[in-house]
């Protein structure tokens, strides 16, 4: 009976160790997702993938608000989009560039 018991701690164990390292892997992403910044469209360029943005601060790329132009990476982010359009969008940087990786429409 001891010994049941104790294999059914080390299960126990297992499992939630397994869990954690699962429920850390799936919330990189999410937090992630929650880190898009807010900005409004000031100037397309689409033929040269450029998009100026109006943004606030950007906390994974230590920025302040400002306007600036951005590299949209693939290009067709920009599909639909059009001067004055209020947007969440994330951005990294890359080669000395500002590259936007994704881009959604906020709700005005
Ligand atoms: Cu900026």
Redesign the pocket.
């Known amino acids: 009976m001891l010994g049941v018991g104790i294999y059914q701690r080390v299960f126990k164990f297992g499992l939630m160790a397994f869990l954690i390292v699962a429920a850390s892997l799936f919330a990189v992403p999410g937090y992630a997702q929650t880190q898009m910044a807010e900005g409004e469209i000031r100037r397309l360029d689409p033929q040269n993938a450029k998009v100026t943005?109006r943004?606030g601060e950007?906390k994974s790329?230590d920025?302040?608000?400002?306007?600036?132009v951005f590299v949209a990476k693939p290009k067709s982010l920009l599909d639909g989009l059009k001067v004055g359009d209020k947007i969440q969008f994330s951005a990294i940087e890359e080669n000395s560039q500002?590259v936007v990786t994704a881009i959604k429409k906020a709700a005005n």
Request: aromatic share 10%; no cysteine; charged share 0%.
């Open positions: 943005i943004h950007i790329l920025m302040p608000p400002m306007t600036m500002y």
